[in-house]
């Protein structure tokens, strides 16, 4: 096992296990005892008990079995070396120990589109990684490969429960930021404050707890609406709040120097495209003393998905929905970067088929399989892995809002309390109010794009306007892709029908020569 990060490990008789836990105090110590580890289905409901994020491998005489948490917090792989099984943290390391091989071609396109690599791909062939929620068991003799139960495995959506009350909620995220105060005991907690309703939410309820060692922070063009949005949330908050400036000359300079090189190699892991939005910020953030040493920073992940923002029409449907439709609907929302999609069309419907999709389903079950696609590969390898860039810097960081109890009562919740999240939202609003917020409102527009999105499609202009947007965003977008991306590169990209998000993904596989631009 070649583990990065810090493990501590146990035995039981003859099993032995080794657990990464992030953020760890007394009462929250993940331990087994011999009944857990007697099948792969006790082991699963073992950790189904547990809070927090974690990874970890249990090893017995005949078997290895590797679980990660519900968001996949650490990435973990494994391959296959001189007959032995190889379990790292790190893709890098376990390419170094495997001879070169040409990467997948459909793993290269699966990343080309989506910014990720589906399912347990990986860009190297012979590298796979652990997907979020699951445990997998290895044999030793043999290297056979079976999966067990997931450790997140109540369906997210139901037509049915009762309807959910305020007070209820609150009653579950407060619970779930005394936990996160407990555990960071007094030390800087850093928010990365958009103006969004999730990391509004982070800083109203850490303010409400009586936490006070907080500090803010935004970044991209002086003025643009998010940072206005964020520095009115902070001074009605009371909380210290930081502006980096993404100006030409530091994002030029920093895209182009080894440090931005060795972090996108960190935080790709051969699966994912680097989040690059906060990098220049925690650069300057850190090399200015603003963020302190042992900060611990909480982005407001995930909360618009997990109250249903991400729900498609046909959820709240009455009829059935078919299962091409499901993949239509998969495909045109997370393997669109590029006017790619069909490349990717087998590895959606390998990961679909773990749900035994008839001909047509009901609409309920229908919103559980997109979501739970969306958690397993867009949320856990692309959003929360955004977290990669604090781990680069050196820092702890912490969700919330993908806290078990809160994900929990969200599936309790009935689906018509979550089309376009309204429910939520008039949660957020209200919790605002009650400590006098004058912003409102959202300044994120995700909505309206997927609308406008649709809308395009139907009349056949989408390829017209999604060129155009490209070549839009590129020069007026706040996190400056002007002083990274080249001119001629970006116009490439652009009449080729890439969005530009796309433009990074060839400028990655450009650079790490697996593809040729």
């Not at 793993?107 to 791909?121: A, K, M, Q, T």
């Not at 182009?256 to 972090?263: G, L, M, P, Q």
């Not at 609409?363 to 604090?390: G, P």
Request: charged content about 25%; proline content about 3%.
């Amino acid at each position: 096992m070649l583990f990065q990060q810090q493990m501590y490990s146990e035995c039981c008789g003859s099993t032995s296990f080794y657990v990464h836990e992030k953020l760890p105090h007394a009462a929250s110590k993940i331990s087994f005892t011999s009944e857990d580890l007697k099948s792969a289905d006790a082991i699963a409901k073992a950790l189904s008990r547990l809070a927090g994020f974690y990874f970890g491998v249990v090893e017995s005489l005949t078997e290895i079995a590797i679980f990660v948490d519900q968001i996949r917090s650490c990435p973990v792989f494994y391959s296959f070396f001189s007959g032995e099984v190889v379990i790292s943290d790190s893709y890098d390391a376990l390419s170094r120990l495997l001879p070169n091989q040409r990467a997948s071609q459909s793993s290269v396109r699966s990343f080309l589109n989506s910014g990720f690599v589906i399912g347990r791909e990986t860009l190297h062939p012979e590298i796979f990684q652990v997907e979020a929620g699951s445990i997998i068991f290895i044999r030793k003799s043999d290297g056979d490969i079976s999966t067990g139960s997931s450790i997140f495995s109540k369906p997210m959506h139901t037509a049915r429960g009762h309807d959910p009350v305020f007070s209820e909620l609150d009653s579950v995220v407060s619970h779930c930021f005394e936990d996160l105060a407990t555990r960071a005991n007094g030390r800087q907690i850093v928010i990365p404050l958009s103006g969004g309703f999730d990391s509004r939410l982070v800083a109203v309820k850490l303010k409400e707890v009586g936490y006070d060692n907080i500090i803010a922070f935004s970044y991209g063009h002086p003025e643009n609406p998010e940072s206005k949005s964020s520095r009115q949330v902070a001074a009605d908050l009371g909380i210290n709040w930081k502006f980096v400036h993404y100006e030409d000359a530091l994002v030029r300079d920093l895209w182009r120097s080894d440090e931005r090189r060795a972090y996108r190699d960190f935080a790709s892991n051969g699966v994912s495209l680097p989040h690059y939005q906060d990098f220049f910020a925690l650069h300057q953030l850190k090399s200015l003393h603003i963020i302190n040493e042992d900060a611990i920073i909480v982005p407001g992940h995930t909360g618009d998905f997990i109250s249903g923002d991400h729900l498609p029409p046909f959820a709240f449907s009455e009829k059935p929905i078919s299962s091409d439709e499901l993949i239509d609907f998969v495909l045109r929302t997370h393997c669109d970067l590029w006017r790619l999609a069909d490349a990717s069309a087998d590895a959606v419907r390998a990961s679909l088929d773990a749900f035994s999709i008839n001909d047509c389903v009901r609409s309920e079950i229908a919103a559980n399989i997109v979501d739970s696609f969306n958690w397993k590969e867009r949320q856990a390898k692309f959003i929360v892995n955004s977290c990669r860039v604090y781990e680069f810097f050196g820092y702890d960081w912490w969700l919330p809002l993908w806290d078990r109890k809160f994900l929990d009562y969200w599936t309790e919740v009935p689906l018509r309390f979550k089309k376009n999240r309204w429910w939520y939202i008039k949660f957020v609003e209200a919790k605002c109010a009650q400590l006098n917020l004058r912003t409102t409102g959202n300044a994120g527009t995700s909505l309206g794009r997927r609308i406008a999105k649709h809308v395009f499609s139907t009349l056949g202009i989408e390829d017209l306007l999604r060129r155009s947007s490209t070549r839009t965003s590129w020069k007026v977008h706040p996190l400056n892709p002007y002083a990274i991306l080249d001119d001629s590169f970006v116009e490439v990209c652009a009449e080729r029908g890439s969005r530009l998000n796309g433009c990074y993904t060839a400028d990655y596989l450009n650079e790490k020569g697996l593809i040729k631009f």
